[in-house]
Structures are given as C-alpha cells and as structure tokens.
T-cell receptor
Framework: GENVEQHPSTLSVQEGDSAVIKCTYS??????FPWYKQELGKRPQLIID?????GEKKDQRIAVTLNKTAKHFSLHITETQPEDSAVYFC???????????FGQGTELSVKP | GAGVSQSPSNKVTEKGKDVELRCDPI?????LYWYRQSLGQGLEFLIY????????KSGLPSDRFSAERTGGSVSTLTIQRTQQEDSAVYLC????????????FGEGSRLTVL
C-alpha cells in the first residue's frame, strides 16, 4: 500500500545551522507534498507544500525540493532558531483529492 | 466555526467499553479526515469523508472502529469494545474540498484505555 518514509526521526542542531529532513514515497501517482509542523501539545499546522509540477519552492528560511523520478522530497530550514524546535511531518497525496499519507515525523531540536 | 473542534479533549475509559469521539469541522469544509497519533508516532490515516460518504476507510484498524458524518458537517468516530492498544490521540482535520491544499486540524481527543 501507500507508504511515506521519513528520516531522521530526531535531529539536533545549533542555532543558526541548517536542518534537512528527507522523505520518500511509494505511490508514483502522488503529486502533492505538504509539510506540517507540530509543536508540543499542539495541532499540526501546514508550513509549506509543493506540487509535482515544480521542483523547488522557497518561503523565507524554509524550502522544499522534490525529485519525482527518485520519489523523494526534502525540507530545508536555514538559519535555524529555537522556535523552530518541533516535530515535522511530511506527507504525500494527490491534487485531485483522497487521503494524505504522513511520514513518521522528525523531532527537531534547535539548541541556543 | 472558527476552527476544527473536537470533543472530548480527554477520555479515560476501561477496556471493553465503547467510546464516541466527535469532530465539528470548519463551516463549509466538504472533506473531513480522521487520523490517529500514538505516543511519539506519526499520523496514521483512518478514514476520510467527502460530504457524508466515505470514499476511503482503508485505515480503520478493525471492525471495532466505525465513523459517520451527517449533514455534511459533524462526524463521529466510534470505537467499540476498546482495547489498550487503542490508546492514542485521535485527530480530525477538515479541508474546503479535497485537493484544495491545507488540512486544518483540531486539537485532538486523547483516549486512554485502562
């Protein structure tokens, strides 16, 4: 069945460093790839998404890249800050609807 | 409403009892999703609704789990004869229409089965 693998499960960086989280997906029909951030005890919230007609998207310190041939996509956070500490989830789905399959999550810790 | 509302926020029950979890989506959102999040784990898809019908219920773990949606709005997830492994946070999310972008999540219902 459809599956999304996410790595690493935990990531610790120093403030100001970059952080990279990687995901691979199994369903080649997937064409929508969002990233959600979940702070401790709170609900997941969308931070950025990418559709398969583009290879990269950037929003200030956050960027996402997509390689459809290899079926993987990555989240890049530059100049990390302590408030970036949270669990990040990647997901894969289809533009035309249906379920969104999430990865297992990456706990990012940014040390001041 | 202003956001996705879930109740109860916390539920402690004894093994073997039935529980009902409720989700009130954002007004006008046609699609509604249920996910389960176990401690330290990812978001496990359970079921989604488009209007009142459920095109995909493949994630429901067993026949003890069922869900319905009425009036294209409120949804109820029912777990019968609860087991300890059912303990988790059950998250509901809604979206204006499937494929339209961001899922808006509720705060979740934390279920503990003793």
């Amino acid at each position: 069945g459809e599956n999304v693998e996410q790595h690493p499960s935990t990531l610790s960086v120093q403030e100001g460093d970059s952080a990279v989280i990687k995901c691979t997906y199994s369903d080649s029909a997937s064409n929508y790839f969002p990233w959600y951030k979940q702070e401790l005890g709170k609900r997941p919230q969308l931070i950025i998404d990418i559709r398969s007609n583009v290879g990269e998207k950037k929003d200030q310190r956050i960027a996402v890249t997509l390689n459809k041939t290899a079926k993987h996509f990555s989240l890049h956070i530059t100049e990390t800050q302590p408030e970036d500490s949270a669990v990040y989830f990647c997901a894969a789905g289809k533009n035309q609807g249906g379920k969104l399959i999430f990865g297992q999550g990456t706990e990012l810790s940014v040390k001041p | 409403g202003a956001g996705v509302s879930q109740s109860p926020s916390n539920k402690v029950t004894e093994k073997g009892k039935d529980v009902e979890l409720r989700c009130d989506p954002i007004s006008g959102h046609t699609a509604l999703y249920w996910y389960r999040q176990s401690l330290g784990q990812g978001l496990e898809f359970l079921i989604y609704f488009q209007g009142n019908s459920a095109p995909d219920k493949s994630g429901l773990p067993s026949d003890r789990f069922s869900a319905e949606r009425t009036g294209g709005s409120v949804s109820t997830l029912t777990i019968q004869r609860t087991q300890q492994e059912d303990s988790a946070v059950y998250l509901c999310a809604s979206i204006l229409q499937t494929g339209a972008g961001e899922l808006f999540f509720g705060e979740g219902s934390r279920l503990t089965v003793l």
